[in-house]
């Protein structure tokens, strides 16, 4: 995936140039570490470990605009006020979930949500895009490189997949909720997806009124991209056709894949699968059980995914420390010598709790294994005040003391469709994305109602 490797390549230079942005300045996180329980149940230390972990969203969420602050680190550049679009549609998420579990009253969280939603509708947008950073006080557009200060159609689909969600949750006749489901209208039917083609059959990812269309990604699957295309066949207004899906994303020399890696076929994507965020992040609304089109059944491809990276990580030829059954799960992350998006083809002895954790719709029995070691024998390191900190590599003796927002917000929200399929339903109760898959050539579970049925 030329284009992608590029975009990664652009936030792994600017990462190790320290031009990440950051969020306010706070303690090493052992210093505010919530004291670890003993003897937990599995249901019990899933609600610890939930629950810790929204707290990134809700008490250090920006307090101007409730979004999401990129990490929690502040290295040299930005400054505490970068807060990241897709993190806070992750974000969002576990909001739904802490008010669910009754963690926050639910009119506490419609004010909350009610307040982001009215600064994005002043904030910074480009044919109805968001830009991938933006100030958190004043809305205005942080570019993430030279050239990528305008719109970023990826992110932006990551913040929407979790505000249909939450207009699907707060559904109540009440004045806030109603504002809010109004005002996510507004902007969800103001995004030109079509716009985006570049009068293609794909959908760029960038746009820019300073540099056009000089950033040039045409977006190509199989990646973390898919709930992209989905939102924009789904769009009441400004939709992309059939074609740009069929033309546009499925055709690369890195879709279609068939080979099998220890043991598990794999039908779609890079050898190996690639990050594991590959297959989570789409998917925190965008449910997979029984999602098929004529490419792939896309819980296999999931699971499959996921099954190779464990196995890799069981396999670990490389040797690198602490890789076992309990200890696994490559993604991109931060490491030891600035940022990485780690797999089986990439691999340097940095584990991610999020690979793992985030994997537990795929894999129950061994996200849990991952999430017991994690929790009781490495808690004293990399656990705090949001839950688990980002990444370690034991071959380094090198554990973060940072929180980055991409990677804690699925922790929550794909542990949630493991327990309840909370945001699965929500997602898939939207009638337009019933719209959209069908007409993108997509069979799913509980289609007849557009709904998931378990």
Same mark, same amino acid.
Request: aromatic letters at 16%; charged letters at 20%; one cysteine or more.
């Given at each position: +995936?030329i284009?992608?490797k =590029?975009? $990664?390549?652009?936030?792994i230079?600017?990462?190790?140039l320290?031009?990440?942005?950051?969020?306010?300045?706070? *303690?090493?996180?052992?210093?505010?570490?919530?004291?670890?329980?003993?003897?937990?149940?599995? #249901?019990?230390?899933?609600?610890?470990?939930q629950?810790?972990?929204f707290?990134?969203?809700?008490?250090?969420a %920006?307090p101007?605009?409730?979004?999401?602050?990129?990490? #929690?680190?502040?290295?040299?550049?930005y400054?505490?006020?970068?807060?990241?679009?897709?993190?806070?549609g992750?974000?969002?998420m576990?909001?739904?979930v802490?008010?669910?579990?009754?963690?926050i009253?639910? /009119?506490?969280?419609?004010k909350?949500?009610?307040?982001?939603?009215?600064?994005?509708? *002043?904030?910074?947008?480009? %044919?109805?895009?968001?830009?991938?950073? +933006?100030?958190?006080?004043?809305?205005?557009? =942080?570019?993430?490189?030279?050239k990528?200060?305008?719109?970023?159609?990826?992110?932006?689909?990551y913040?929407?997949?979790?505000?249909?969600?939450?207009?699907?949750?707060?559904?109540?006749? &009440?004045?806030?909720?109603?504002?809010?489901?109004?005002?996510?209208?507004? +902007?969800?039917?103001?995004?030109e997806?079509?716009?985006?083609?570049?009068e293609?059959?794909?959908?760029?990812?960038?746009?820019s009124?300073?540099?056009?269309?000089? +950033?040039?990604?045409?977006?190509?699957?199989?990646?973390?991209?898919?709930i992209m295309?989905?939102?924009?066949? #789904?769009?009441?207004?400004y939709?992309?056709?059939?074609?740009?899906?069929?033309?546009?994303w499925a055709?690369?020399?890195?879709?279609?894949?068939?080979?099998?890696?220890?043991g598990?076929?794999?039908?779609l994507?890079?050898?190996?699968?690639?990050?594991?965020?590959?297959?989570?992040?789409?998917?925190?609304?965008?449910?997979?059980?029984?999602?098929?089109?004529?490419?792939?059944?896309?819980?296999v491809?999931?699971?499959? %995914?996921? $099954?190779?990276?464990?196995?890799?990580?069981?396999?670990?030829? !490389?040797a690198? !420390?602490?890789?076992?059954e &309990?200890?696994?799960?490559l993604?991109a992350?931060d490491?030891?010598?600035g940022?990485?998006?780690?797999?089986p083809?990439?691999?340097?002895?940095?584990?991610?709790?999020?690979?793992? $954790?985030?994997?537990?719709?795929?894999?129950?029995?061994?996200?849990m294994k991952a999430?017991?070691?994690?929790?009781? /024998?490495?808690? /004293?390191?990399?656990?705090?005040?949001y839950?688990?900190t980002?990444?370690? @590599?034991e071959?380094?003796?090198?554990?973060?003391?940072?929180?980055?927002?991409? /990677?804690?917000?699925?922790?929550?929200a794909m542990?949630?469709?493991?327990?309840?399929?909370?945001?699965?339903?929500?997602?898939?109760?939207?009638?337009?994305?019933?719209?959209?898959?069908? !007409?993108?050539?997509?069979?799913?579970a509980?289609?007849t !109602? @557009?709904?998931?049925?378990?």
């Amino acid at each position: +995936m030329i284009n992608k490797k =590029i975009k $990664l390549l652009v936030t792994i230079v600017l990462l190790l140039l320290n031009i990440s942005c950051g969020a306010q300045k706070v *303690k090493p996180h052992a210093a505010n570490a919530p004291a670890r329980q003993t003897n937990l149940s599995d #249901s019990a230390l899933l609600d610890v470990v939930q629950k810790q972990t929204f707290k990134y969203f809700w008490d250090f969420a %920006h307090p101007v605009c409730g979004m999401a602050r990129e990490r #929690s680190n502040e290295d040299a550049g930005y400054g505490h006020e970068t807060v990241t679009t897709g993190g806070t549609g992750f974000g969002i998420m576990a909001v739904i979930v802490a008010t669910e579990r009754g963690w926050i009253t639910r /009119d506490t969280a419609a004010k909350f949500m009610r307040k982001m939603v009215n600064f994005l509708l *002043k904030a910074n947008s480009y %044919h109805g895009a968001f830009p991938h950073w +933006m100030d958190g006080a004043t809305g205005k557009t =942080i570019p993430f490189s030279r050239k990528d200060d305008g719109g970023d159609l990826v992110e932006t689909s990551y913040l929407f997949q979790g505000l249909l969600c939450a207009r699907q949750y707060f559904n109540r006749d &009440n004045p806030v909720e109603n504002e809010f489901r109004a005002k996510v209208g507004w +902007m969800w039917t103001g995004i030109e997806w079509s716009w985006y083609t570049h009068e293609q059959d794909v959908l760029f990812w960038h746009w820019s009124p300073n540099n056009g269309w000089a +950033m040039n990604f045409p977006v190509r699957g199989f990646n973390e991209c898919l709930i992209m295309y989905v939102l924009a066949a #789904s769009a009441d207004e400004y939709p992309v056709t059939a074609a740009v899906y069929h033309r546009g994303w499925a055709q690369s020399n890195f879709f279609k894949n068939g080979k099998t890696f220890y043991g598990y076929t794999l039908p779609l994507g890079f050898d190996y699968g690639g990050p594991l965020f590959f297959s989570q992040y789409s998917f925190l609304g965008l449910n997979p059980n029984g999602l098929k089109d004529k490419y792939a059944d896309y819980w296999v491809q999931n699971k499959n %995914h996921t $099954l190779i990276n464990h196995a890799y990580c069981l396999d670990n030829p !490389k040797a690198f !420390k602490g890789y076992g059954e &309990n200890c696994w799960g490559l993604t991109a992350s931060d490491t030891y010598n600035g940022y990485n998006a780690f797999s089986p083809t990439n691999d340097e002895g940095t584990i991610t709790p999020t690979a793992a $954790l985030s994997a537990f719709p795929y894999t129950p029995e061994y996200s849990m294994k991952a999430l017991r070691h994690f929790y009781y /024998d490495l808690g /004293d390191k990399i656990w705090g005040e949001y839950g688990f900190t980002d990444a370690f @590599n034991e071959t380094k003796n090198w554990y973060s003391k940072n929180y980055l927002a991409i /990677d804690e917000g699925p922790i929550v929200a794909m542990i949630e469709n493991y327990r309840s399929g909370l945001l699965w339903k929500l997602f898939m109760s939207c009638p337009e994305i019933g719209r959209g898959l069908n !007409k993108l050539g997509f069979t799913y579970a509980g289609q007849t !109602k @557009n709904a998931l049925v378990k």
